[in-house]
């Protein structure tokens, strides 16, 4: 499965982005979607998973702000963030989860106070 993210940007605290990610490929083998965002020098963390189905999970970090969702005929998964703030400056990622496929290239969201 490959992926490719879209929808970053250059945004100030407290506006709302919406992320888009397009799977190709098997995409039968992914039941599970996820967005994962990264950190200079960290590992990619899980942000939110959603299902085939539409079952959602979310990491403490989501704070509420964070919204997953999926249209399984587009194979595309969806990240709406309400009321960003400088901390969420990340490249974000989408993956099954586990993230078992190569990651993409990500995009770039970029918080300014």
């Known amino acids: 499965v490959q992926f490719v993210e879209s929808g970053g940007g250059l945004v100030q605290s407290g506006e709302s982005l919406r992320l888009s990610c397009v799977a190709s490929?098997?995409?039968?083998?992914?039941?599970?979607m996820a967005w994962y965002r990264e950190k200079p020098g960290r590992q990619p963390m899980l942000v939110a998973s959603?299902?085939?189905?539409?079952?959602?999970n979310y990491a403490d970090l989501a704070e509420g702000r964070f919204t997953i969702s999926r249209d399984n005929a587009k194979n595309t998964a969806y990240l709406h963030v309400n009321n960003l703030k400088p901390d969420d400056t990340a490249v974000y990622y989408c993956?099954?989860?586990?993230?078992?496929?190569?990651w993409g290239e990500g995009t770039r969201v970029t918080v300014s106070s």
């Open positions: 959603i299902t085939a189905s539409g079952t959602t």
């Open positions: 490929g098997s995409t039968d083998a992914l039941y599970t």
């Open positions: 993956n099954g989860y586990p993230p078992v496929w190569i």
